[in-house]
T-cell receptor
Framework: DQQVKQNSPSLSVQEGRISILNCDYTNSMFDYFLWYKKYPAEGPTFLISISSIKDKNEDGRFTVFLNKSAKHLSLHIVPSQPGDSAVYFCAAMGGADGLTFGKGTHLIIQP | EADIYQTPRYLVIGTGKKITLECSQTMGHDKMYWYQQDPGMELHLIHYSYGVNSTEKGDLSSESTVSRIRTEHFPLTLESARPSHTSQYLC?????????????FGPGTRLTVT
């Protein structure tokens, strides 16, 4: 049973607009959440994270929002740039070591 | 900049061969991990280590084995490769007791077993 779900396999956004990537989780033990970006034939690169004691964390163009009651988090990228085209993975941690990943969302930024 | 390396980057090998995927990091991290990812799917944790001489199995059952004789080195071995082992293998490391749970990933090894 998938504990971290990214229900949109792909998302297409126009350059300069806001990209919103969503992630849902089911395990109440998760207390830390991360977003990774992955290009083909490369390993994931850490983007931004958020602790369960916060509801928002911002780093430049990237903002992550956490709604604990809904077990939902989202990554906002604004403005979207062509270099943002990649697969974005939501990951969660709580208790055991290792991260639990979603299946990823392929973000395509259209010029 | 994360300094974690994996070799080979790509490997095509026949069924029944023994293979070792190398992973090294120069950050002095105690914790290291191996993940397996099939195309379009999530990364699954298959092995992790808290430090030298520590190895644990992850959430996804795997026929591979790992060793941790040195802090910087965490190789993964398949004694007899099979087509079902075809996948991408990603190594990662993280600090112990740091303020975040960020894991740094290597570039991965794409394994094809024919």
């Amino acid at each position: 049973d998938q504990q971290v779900k990214q229900n949109s396999p792909s998302l297409s956004v126009q350059e300069g607009r806001i990209s919103i990537l969503n992630c849902d989780y089911t395990n109440s033990m998760f207390d830390y959440f991360l977003w990774y970006k992955k290009y083909p034939a490369e390993g994931p690169t850490f983007l931004i994270s958020i602790s369960s004691i916060k509801d928002k964390n911002e780093d430049g163009r990237f903002t992550v929002f956490l709604n604990k009651s809904a077990k939902h988090l989202s990554l906002h990228i604004v403005p979207s740039q062509p270099g943002d085209s990649a697969v974005y993975f939501c990951a969660a941690m709580g208790g055991a070591d290792g991260l639990t990943f979603g299946k990823g969302t392929h973000l395509i930024i259209q010029p | 900049e994360a300094d974690i390396y994996q070799t080979p980057r790509y490997l095509v090998i026949g069924t029944g061969k023994k293979i070792t995927l190398e992973c090294s990091q120069t950050m002095g991290h105690d914790k290291m991990y191996w993940y397996q990812q099939d195309p379009g799917m999530e990364l699954h944790l298959i092995h992790y280590s808290y430090g030298v001489n520590s190895t644990e199995k992850g959430d996804l059952s795997s026929e591979s084995t790992v060793s941790r004789i040195r802090t910087e080195h965490f190789p993964l071995t398949l004694e007899s490769a099979r087509p079902s082992h075809t996948s991408q293998y990603l190594c990662a490391s993280s600090e112990t007791g740091g303020p975040t749970y960020e894991q740094y990933f290597g570039p991965g090894t794409r394994l094809t077993v024919t």
